[in-house]
């Protein structure tokens, strides 16, 4: 490895590879992408905003979730189409260490907002009665509040571990920054690092599961002892967020895996993809998962769309 006379080389070189050669096809299938995201997204935001009906707790988690992706999504998919169509194979140490706290406080939150919406649905199906006291407009944004400054504040954290290290080598093995991708190009000890990025892997992954868990261990208790009808309204209303949490946690553990125990041992293409997926997918997803499921939703968004043929179909239904 090449030492550098200052801690930090000015850029980093990015891990494009192959994609160089399509360049220009993978930078429409960005943008694309990325003008899909914010469609699909901005429609369920707008549709809870415009309408009061729908501006209750559950709802509102909705558009909250909505909003991180369209902030993660943000934070990746326009530098990577600027990227692929400048001819741009390189990134700035500062704008690699801003895209790395952007990534990340998208990931933490992503996990945060869904244990959020778990204790949303703990609430509403085991304790109905006490549902309006407990789940007030409030309550969600002093949550959700909560989540977001908890979140970065591990991330700043993080990156103070991170900026302080000297770099000895200046190519990141993803198209994007995060932040093993810089830890591991470091030249001394990173142990502290290490350890403080295991606390934070234990929390997202290993705790908020474990909540989101129990909340759903209860409604399967709740719904075992209740009606037929009880169980049906119970199973529509939390399918639609254990889909997004299955994509969610699948994806982050693949990316967690695959990038700090065994980064060579799969092809290229797949590397890519598998990284690429946790950024895209979810916010892809999200609102067509709930713009489907959730009724209540997709009969807004009909209205919006000034779409009366449909609004009907879905009225009657």
């Not at 090449?2 to 990015?14: E, K, R």
């Not at 049906?232 to 895996?257: D, G, M, R, V, W």
Request: with cysteine; proline share 4%.
């Amino acid at each position: 490895m090449q030492n550098y006379s200052y801690p930090h080389p000015s850029t980093l070189s990015l891990g494009f590879g192959e994609m160089a050669n399509s360049r220009y096809l993978y930078g429409v299938i960005s943008l694309s992408m990325y003008m899909m995201i914010v469609l699909f997204n901005c429609s369920v935001i707008a549709t809870v905003v415009l309408n009061k009906s729908l501006q209750e707790p559950m709802y509102i988690s909705i558009s909250v979730l909505c909003v991180n992706g369209v902030y993660g999504s943000s934070t990746f998919l326009p530098n990577l189409f600027v990227d692929l169509f400048f001819k741009i194979d390189s990134i700035s140490y500062i704008g690699c260490v801003t895209q790395v706290f952007c990534i990340h406080t998208y990931v933490g939150c992503e996990m945060t907002i869904l244990t959020i919406m778990a204790y949303d649905r703990y609430v509403c199906i085991c304790n109905p009665l006490r549902y309006n006291n407990i789940m007030t407009i409030t309550s969600v944004a002093k949550l959700v509040i909560s989540a977001w400054i908890y979140t970065i504040v591990l991330v700043s954290i993080h990156i103070v571990l991170t900026i302080r290290l000297p770099l000895c080598d200046r190519v990141i093995l993803k198209i994007y920054c995060d932040n093993w991708s810089i830890v591991r190009l470091s030249c001394v000890d990173t142990m502290i690092n290490n350890g403080f990025g295991l606390f934070i892997a234990s929390t997202f992954i290993t705790l908020m599961p474990i909540l989101i868990i129990c909340s759903y261990i209860q409604i399967l208790r709740a719904s075992i002892k209740s009606s037929m009808d009880f169980r049906a309204k119970a199973l529509q209303t939390c399918t639609p967020h254990l889909i997004t949490i299955t994509n969610y946690t699948s994806n982050l553990l693949f990316e967690l895996f695959m990038y700090r125990f065994i980064p060579t041992e799969f092809s290229y293409e797949l590397r890519t993809v598998m990284s690429v997926q946790l950024l895209i997918g979810p916010p892809v997803l999200n609102p067509l998962i709930y713009g489907m499921k959730v009724k209540e939703i997709r009969i807004r968004i009909v209205q919006l769309y000034h779409l009366p043929s449909r609004k009907v179909n879905e009225t009657k239904k």
